[in-house]
């Protein structure tokens, strides 16, 4: 897979290609990382990438023709590649899941991680097929965005992560929040590790774990349990957990 990505501080990107995951990852061939400074693209001696916004404001908006300049650059490089092209932003929509997994099926993905106040809006119109959000927060750029897109879809690339069931048990890939782990020491601060892990008992300790990934769902997240429940995503086993979780939790107030 390959990933393109404009930015003015490529060497953000580093942290991608030297370390963790994405790093063995790079090295197995599995996926490509092209950095495009749209500075090299800027059509002045100053090679400047910015200017003020008409009507006013703060900040500063990023040149439309510079940046479709360098997005038809790498259009040029990718060749019959059609890669969606993603600008990170606050007012895009949620990253989530679901949209990891469809990115990482897609041969080639261009990235847009924009600096200062905003980027002219008929670029967008005209050159970016969709916004996306990492959270209800803002962040100085676009990198650190891309760089957790970037990652989130590398590790579910195969070959990617050293045992492949550790993608398919992972938190949102079941719909649901991972419950709590347990490993040595038994005992650790006087608390011992739940008896039904020491067991051996496989089907149980599999019942466990989703009940406790119920749980934690349930209380940290319930908008997820209504989500998996209208998707099919939970069974009869699962309905019969969280009504009990349900009785338990109103006995309490009851107490």
Do not use: C
Request: charged share 25%.
């Amino acid at each position: 897979m390959r990933f393109d990505v404009v930015s003015i501080f490529p060497a953000m990107f580093d942290s991608l290609s030297e370390w963790g995951i994405t790093s063995r990852a790079l090295q197995r061939g599995l996926w490509q990382l092209h950095r495009w400074n749209p500075r090299d693209y800027a059509r002045d001696a100053y090679r400047s990438i910015d200017d003020r916004p008409y009507g006013g404001g703060q900040g500063m908006v990023m040149l439309p023709e510079t940046l479709a300049d360098t997005l038809q650059a790498i259009a040029l490089a990718q060749g019959q590649v059609r890669a969606p092209v993603i600008h990170l932003t606050p007012r895009g929509r949620p990253l989530d899941q679901a949209r990891v997994r469809a990115l990482s099926e897609l041969p080639a993905v261009t990235l847009l991680a924009s600096r200062y106040e905003a980027v002219d809006q008929r670029l967008l119109d005209r050159h970016v097929d969709e916004e996306v959000s990492i959270g209800d927060f803002v962040v100085s750029g676009g990198e650190l965005p891309a760089m957790l897109l970037i990652d989130s879809v590398v590790r579910l690339l195969p070959g990617a992560l050293n045992d492949p069931r550790s993608a398919l048990e992972e938190s949102f890939s079941t719909g649901l929040l991972e419950g709590p782990q347990y490993t040595r020491p038994e005992v650790f601060e006087g608390v011992t590790v739940p008896p039904v892990l020491l067991s051996g008992h496989h089907a149980r300790i599999v019942r466990w774990r989703r009940d406790q990934s119920l749980r934690v769902t349930r209380e940290r997240r319930p908008e997820l349990i209504d989500r998996a429940r209208r998707q099919g995503l939970l069974d009869a086993a699962d309905e019969r957990a969280l009504s009990a979780m349900i009785s338990e939790t109103d006995g309490q107030k009851k107490g």
